[in-house]
């Protein structure tokens, strides 16, 4: 048995909203919550995430482990 008096209000139906629309149910300390990022908006977890090479970093990976396709032709 919990303690009288010292645990927060839980609400097993507590709403979730991301840009004003509704997104699922969850079990909260909290009414409602408002998020701005959830998985299904997320580019990692919709897989619309685009990997920026900064410097040339992945040809010089490929490059250094002799992955790249100018030495496969040589």
Same mark, same amino acid.
């Given at each position: 048995m919990?303690?009288?008096d010292? &645990? /927060?209000e839980w609400y097993p139906e507590a709403k979730v909203y991301c840009n004003g629309e509704f997104v699922m149910t969850v079990g909260s300390t909290q009414p409602e919550?408002?998020?701005d990022v959830w998985s299904g908006? &997320? /580019?990692f977890y919709t897989g619309t995430q685009k990997i920026i090479d900064t410097e040339g970093r992945v040809e010089r990976f490929m490059r250094k482990y002799g992955m790249s396709d100018t030495q496969s032709k040589k």
């Open positions: 919990p303690k009288p010292i &645990h /927060p919550i408002h998020v908006n &997320h /580019p």
